[in-house]
């Protein structure tokens, strides 16, 4: 059983079906996430979070199929919530999943595409400024897919502009793309070609994922970012011990980034799968291979930083085939890990010889 610095009770919903939540406490504001591991969608209920007060919503992520998502959707309605809503479409046979991020303690202002969509909050306290954006989409679906992917990197400056940031500041991104082993060397041509055109130094930790949207576009992403205004926030990449960072093969990505502040420290590790330090792929064919190694790479980024795996806040774990879901059970039996706040999805990874990847967020309290 984990026991963690940001562990709390699952507390129980009206009707049973209840997320692993964990909390992160900030000196002037809370951040709360919630992992919804299980299908049962027609259940979904934010019950568990009206300890929160009145909380204000920065996400709501779901791996899931259309009719499921219809009742997370209706449980916003009923209770007047607006977040951006990135949905991922999966089959009806896998497990999939919801997370949602909220906040409280501290002011909120909302963010808009230029269509006028919601797609983000923003807000500061005396430290640092920090932006959540999600769903972002490309304005046109005709273009080509290189040209959509400047689109929505393009969407995210500008907002950010709005919060008086700048994309320097994302610290953490996510591009879930559809189809992404036909396009994915035009995808990272695109974003590099970016991150240069605008003089993005602190390449910001990322997850690059293959699944299809609801919107039918050929990406959607969600965003973090962080400006510091004192000296008591700081941002910092820090290194994976076993594996290079991803510009050595033309990826522009960070291994893991961190921000930490004056109650602690969380590490936002990027989608990480079975790749050896010369950058090719271990345990070919073997998922339970690639398991192991995966696990392996993330544990030791944790424990060069002083964490361990009971400090994860939330975790996604991408499969390339449905069947394989068991061995990672297996695998959390084996570890004792039945407790991470983790949601199991199918999707394609970046290569067609990969068959896991992780990523996952962790905290950790300073001492006193």
Known sequence: MLVSNVRETRPISRCGYT?????????????????????DAANFTLDPFSSHGRPAFL??????DQNRYSFVQNEL????IRVPETTLVQEALIPGGVQVALISGIESTPLFAKNGRLIGRFFEDPDAKYCFLGDVR????QASRGDQTNDVLTAIQDALADADMHFQD????????DDILAWYAEFNHARTAFFQQNKITLIPASTGIGVANLSGDALVCRVIAV?????????????????????????????????ADRAGRILYISGTASILLNGETAHTGDIEGQIEKTMEVVEAILTHNGMNLSDCTRAIAYFRNREHMPFWEKYCRNHQLQ????????????RDDLLFEIELDAWKRNQP
């Open 59 to 64: 996400s709501v992520h779901s791996f899931t």
């Open 77 to 80: 309605e009923v209770r007047n």
């Open 19 to 39: 997320p692993i939540v964990r909390t992160v406490a900030h000196p002037n504001w809370t951040e709360c996430h919630g992992t919804y591991p299980a299908s």
């Open 170 to 177: 994302v610290v953490r991104t996510w591009f879930y793309n």
């Open 339 to 350: 407790e991470l706040p983790v949601i199991l999805t199918k999707c394609d990874v970046c």
């Open 227 to 259: 400006q510091p205004k004192t000296s008591s926030v700081t941002v910092r990449r820090v290194v994976s011990p076993l594996q290079h960072e991803p510009s050595s093969y033309g990826s522009s990505f960070s291994r893991v980034m961190e921000v």
């Open 138 to 141: 490309p304005s046109n679906t």
